[in-house]
């Protein structure tokens, strides 16, 4: 297929308070992020519009972005004037059209002010005369959806974009869109299982639209939904560009960056929409039962059977998926969870592997050990979930007739602690030491600055201990960080899908500053190095 040109809705630079010192921030690191990850142009926003004085920062980023306006696009914050602090409506709109912008953010909770239309009624009725869309962030509505529904009642006749925009919030965010046809929706938060796909077929792919999220966010992240969608072209085109250029009256960028500096077979695949051209192994993975779609909860997952995973896994280029059910860890029915990994093992052989659960706290010995006979012994499941929670962690002794069977048999754990830094140390310093022959994959390293650092010590402290990537919030810079201080040969490629979309979770880790070969290791070699270890 021929390469999408991508314009992302939801970027912004400049400093801001509580950034760690690793993010990245700055108006180049923006342009070199969208270089790498081939975004033609974006919407932008400066920081310092939701720091300090809005209009300062307005016009600061017009004069910032002023050589690369073929491809940045202003889009400036505003707050209403009733208190004397900002600009009044006309002179706004005026100078809006001086400097061509097109677009506006607003941010109800940031600046205080309530969801009320005598609050909002100027502004809405100047950018309502200019069909001006608005942006408004689920942040900075501290995501109260029912003051989101009383503004974008109020906001009725404006184009409105939803930004940031979690798939915990899935049942609010899919009535806004039912209650409100003119709201947009934009995804680089929204990662759910299949979100893309749900929210065109109910609500139409005119009010889809594409953003990275940058610079918190790794810009590769998000486009990987519309490089492998399910959609036809048409649709997913208009996602990915068409639809911002709508709103903007045809403001647009024209040419989609070359390929740059970390340009290789892997990059090249997801720009044509092919299958990554190397070995892919998921080592955490979920799935529901056939035809299920809820996970109770706040969590949806749509076509969360192993049918419909199968479909994602396949179009991404993923070989092997290591399973584990989500009702076994997660809600503790954990006979319906292995019998769930029981029959997608059996249907899919070949691409799969079984990762069991027990639970101490809710079977009896003979019954762990019924569980150990079914799926280690006999099925040869290479992987171990468990998932306590208070009054349990890892190192309870209910735990250790499963660990000391996986440890003579060299098996490994999905290890996704309760608590991490100096209170989960203990924890795994205990699994290291009385069981040294299982492998642990340590969850969701790529969270949050704290977490990768602490997971960074436990693979540097410990040869058995990995760190696995998966989290939605796809943090810009992280993997490159772990990559370079625990070694491209400790880091694993996970999705935890259905319970957020596979597709972001492979695409975060393909357009990164690593070599080909180290992103290699981290999709599939080291996994099958651990593999070859089982059962010896």
């Avoid at 307005?58 to 910032?64: A, I, K, W």
């Avoid at 911002?244 to 040419?255: H, T």
């Amino acid at each position: 297929m021929p390469e999408r040109l991508y314009f992302d809705c939801n970027a912004s630079y400049g400093p801001r308070t509580g950034k760690h010192h690793e993010e990245r921030w700055t108006l180049q690191h923006l342009l070199a992020d969208m270089d790498l990850a081939g975004i033609a142009g974006a919407l932008v926003c400066h920081a310092q519009s939701l720091e300090y004085d809005p209009m300062l920062a307005n016009l600061q980023l017009v004069e910032d972005i002023a050589p690369h306006r073929d491809r940045l696009f202003p889009c400036w914050t505003a707050v209403p004037d009733y208190c004397d602090d900002g600009p009044d409506p006309e002179t706004f709109l005026r100078l809006a059209r001086e400097n061509d912008v097109r677009a506006v953010r607003i941010a109800p909770a940031t600046f205080g002010v309530p969801a009320r239309e005598s609050a909002w009624c100027g502004l809405r009725d100047m950018l309502r005369q200019e069909q001006m869309p608005v942006l408004v962030s689920a942040a900075a509505l501290n995501n109260d959806f029912d003051a989101a529904d009383r503004l974008l009642s109020i906001f009725k006749d404006c184009p409105v974009i939803l930004t940031d925009a979690s798939w915990g919030d899935w049942r609010q965010v899919a009535l806004l869109m039912h209650d409100h046809p003119h709201l947009h929706l934009e995804f680089s938060m929204f990662q759910g299982n299949r979100a893309v796909e749900w929210m065109a077929e109910r609500f139409g792919a005119d009010r889809c639209l594409y953003g990275s999220g940058l610079p918190a966010r790794a810009p590769g992240a998000a486009r990987g939904f519309l490089d492998w969608t399910l959609l036809e072209d048409p649709d997913a085109n208009a996602i990915a560009s068409g639809n911002l250029a709508r709103l903007l009256k045809g403001a647009a960028p024209e040419r989609i960056p070359a390929p740059a500096e970390w340009d290789d077979a892997l990059t090249r695949a997801v720009r044509s929409g092919s299958p990554l051209p190397c070995p892919v192994l998921d080592n955490h993975c979920h799935v529901l039962h056939d035809g299920a779609n809820n996970a109770g909860r706040i969590f949806v997952m749509p076509e969360g059977g192993i049918d419909g995973m199968i479909e994602l896994t396949r179009r991404i280029g993923i070989d092997t998926t290591a399973i584990m059910s989500w009702a076994g860890p997660l809600s503790g029915d954990t006979d319906r969870g292995n019998d769930i990994v029981a029959n997608a093992l059996a249907r899919y052989p070949d691409e799969l592997l079984g990762v069991p659960t027990i639970r101490p706290e809710l079977q009896t010995d003979a019954e762990m050990q019924t569980v150990i006979d079914r799926f280690h012994t006999k099925l040869r499941c290479p992987g171990l979930k468990p998932f306590p929670r208070a009054p349990l962690n890892f190192d309870d002794p209910g735990f250790d007739l499963w660990f000391r069977y996986a440890n003579e048999h060299h098996l490994y754990m999905v290890f996704d602690p309760a608590t991490q830094g100096p209170a989960g140390t203990p924890v795994v310093e205990h699994l290291v030491k009385n069981y040294p022959n299982i492998t642990l994959s340590l969850d969701h390293c790529g969270k949050s600055w704290p977490y990768a650092k602490w997971a960074v010590e436990m693979c540097n402290r410990f040869p058995q201990v990995f760190a696995q990537l998966n989290y939605t919030l796809v943090t810009n810079g992280i993997i490159e960080y772990i990559v370079q201080h625990a070694g491209a040969d400790r880091v694993l490629f996970g999705t935890d899908a259905p319970m957020r979309d596979p597709r972001p979770q492979a695409s975060w880790l393909v357009f990164t500053r690593l070599p080909e070969e180290a992103k290699r290791l981290v999709f599939g070699g080291n996994f099958q190095r651990i593999l070859k270890r089982c059962f010896p």
